[in-house]
Protein backbone atom coordinates (compact mmCIF):
# COMPACT_ATOMS: atom_id res chain seq x y z
CA UNK A 1 0.00 0.00 0.00
CA UNK A 2 1.29 3.72 -0.71
CA UNK A 3 1.24 6.63 1.12
CA UNK A 4 -1.81 7.91 -0.14
CA UNK A 5 -3.42 4.11 0.65
CA UNK A 6 -2.25 4.60 4.30
CA UNK A 7 -3.03 8.23 4.48
CA UNK A 8 -6.65 7.24 3.88
CA UNK A 9 -6.42 4.31 6.37
CA UNK A 10 -5.56 6.38 9.17
CA UNK A 11 -7.80 8.68 8.30
CA UNK A 12 -10.65 6.68 8.47
CA UNK A 13 -9.08 4.60 12.20
CA UNK A 14 -8.95 8.29 13.82
CA UNK A 15 -12.76 8.62 12.67
CA UNK A 16 -13.89 5.49 14.06
CA UNK A 17 -11.90 6.27 17.17
CA UNK A 18 -13.75 9.95 17.35
CA UNK A 19 -10.27 11.83 16.20
CA UNK A 20 -12.44 13.92 14.29
CA UNK A 21 -10.05 16.70 14.32
CA UNK A 22 -7.10 13.86 13.11
CA UNK A 23 -9.46 12.38 10.46
CA UNK A 24 -10.42 15.27 8.80
CA UNK A 25 -6.90 17.17 9.14
CA UNK A 26 -5.49 13.91 6.74
CA UNK A 27 -8.51 14.47 4.14
CA UNK A 28 -7.52 18.17 4.28
CA UNK A 29 -4.43 17.46 3.80
CA UNK A 30 -4.65 14.55 1.20
CA UNK A 31 -7.38 16.73 -1.16
CA UNK A 32 -4.66 19.49 -1.67
CA UNK A 33 -2.16 17.23 -2.59
CA UNK A 34 -4.23 15.38 -5.23
CA UNK A 35 -5.54 18.55 -6.19
CA UNK A 36 -1.46 19.78 -6.75
CA UNK A 37 -0.66 16.61 -8.22
CA UNK A 38 -3.71 16.79 -10.70
CA UNK A 39 -5.46 13.46 -9.61
CA UNK A 40 -8.84 15.51 -10.02
CA UNK A 41 -11.23 12.19 -9.77
CA UNK A 42 -9.18 11.51 -6.35
CA UNK A 43 -9.85 14.47 -4.75
CA UNK A 44 -13.52 14.59 -5.75
CA UNK A 45 -14.14 11.26 -4.16
CA UNK A 46 -12.22 12.38 -1.12
CA UNK A 47 -13.98 15.58 -0.87
CA UNK A 48 -17.36 14.15 -1.35
CA UNK A 49 -16.80 12.03 1.28
CA UNK A 50 -15.05 14.04 4.25
CA UNK A 51 -16.97 17.67 3.60
CA UNK A 52 -20.35 16.12 5.55
CA UNK A 53 -18.31 14.75 7.68
CA UNK A 54 -16.79 17.82 8.77
CA UNK A 55 -20.40 18.85 9.22
CA UNK A 56 -21.61 16.16 10.75
CA UNK A 57 -18.95 16.36 13.68
CA UNK A 58 -18.65 20.18 13.74
CA UNK A 59 -14.51 20.63 12.97
CA UNK A 60 -15.14 24.09 10.94
CA UNK A 61 -11.73 24.24 10.34
CA UNK A 62 -11.29 21.64 7.93
CA UNK A 63 -14.77 22.79 6.80
CA UNK A 64 -13.52 25.96 5.51
CA UNK A 65 -10.21 24.17 4.08
CA UNK A 66 -12.01 21.61 2.52
CA UNK A 67 -14.63 23.97 0.84
CA UNK A 68 -11.28 26.16 -0.47
CA UNK A 69 -10.28 22.96 -1.97
CA UNK A 70 -13.23 22.15 -3.93
CA UNK A 71 -13.14 25.87 -4.87
CA UNK A 72 -9.92 25.55 -6.37
CA UNK A 73 -10.56 21.77 -8.13
CA UNK A 74 -14.33 23.42 -9.74
CA UNK A 75 -11.52 26.14 -10.99
CA UNK A 76 -8.58 23.53 -12.29
CA UNK A 77 -11.85 21.49 -14.15
CA UNK A 78 -13.37 25.23 -15.18
CA UNK A 79 -16.39 24.81 -13.55
CA UNK A 80 -16.60 28.99 -13.07
CA UNK A 81 -19.85 29.32 -11.04
CA UNK A 82 -19.11 26.13 -8.55
CA UNK A 83 -16.04 27.51 -7.77
CA UNK A 84 -17.46 31.12 -6.96
CA UNK A 85 -20.29 29.41 -5.20
CA UNK A 86 -17.37 27.32 -2.93
CA UNK A 87 -15.30 30.28 -2.75
CA UNK A 88 -17.86 32.61 -1.92
CA UNK A 89 -19.01 30.11 0.85
CA UNK A 90 -15.78 30.29 2.30
CA UNK A 91 -14.94 34.11 2.06
CA UNK A 92 -18.32 34.84 3.57
CA UNK A 93 -17.98 32.53 6.72
CA UNK A 94 -15.23 35.00 7.40
CA UNK A 95 -13.74 32.46 10.49
CA UNK A 96 -10.68 31.08 9.85
CA UNK A 97 -8.71 33.44 7.57
CA UNK A 98 -6.19 30.89 6.54
CA UNK A 99 -8.82 28.73 4.62
CA UNK A 100 -9.73 32.02 2.31
CA UNK A 101 -6.40 31.93 0.51
CA UNK A 102 -7.16 29.48 -1.97
CA UNK A 103 -10.75 30.55 -2.13
CA UNK A 104 -9.59 34.85 -2.79
CA UNK A 105 -7.38 33.35 -5.21
CA UNK A 106 -9.59 31.34 -7.33
CA UNK A 107 -12.09 34.39 -6.82
CA UNK A 108 -9.90 36.68 -8.70
CA UNK A 109 -8.48 34.43 -11.20
CA UNK A 110 -12.13 33.78 -12.07
CA UNK A 111 -13.03 36.77 -12.26
CA UNK A 112 -9.67 37.73 -14.81
CA UNK A 113 -10.86 34.16 -16.87
CA UNK A 114 -14.37 35.12 -17.12
CA UNK A 115 -13.86 39.06 -17.79
CA UNK A 116 -15.78 39.59 -15.01
CA UNK A 117 -16.00 43.37 -14.13
CA UNK A 118 -18.45 43.38 -11.38
CA UNK A 119 -16.01 41.44 -9.09
CA UNK A 120 -12.93 43.67 -8.37
CA UNK A 121 -10.29 40.76 -9.07
CA UNK A 122 -7.04 43.02 -8.10
CA UNK A 123 -8.77 43.34 -4.36
CA UNK A 124 -9.01 39.33 -4.63
CA UNK A 125 -5.47 38.51 -5.33
CA UNK A 126 -4.44 41.35 -2.91
CA UNK A 127 -6.12 40.12 -0.52
CA UNK A 128 -5.13 35.85 -1.20
Do not use: K
Not at 97 to 119: I, K, M, N, Q, Y
Amino acid sequence: MGARGRLLVDAALALERSFDEVGTTAYSNLSSIDIEHRRFREAEEVLARSIPITVERDVPVCNQWQTGMRSRLHFQRARWAAAVEDADAVIGGGRMPLSALWPHLVRGLVALRTGDETTSAADHLDES
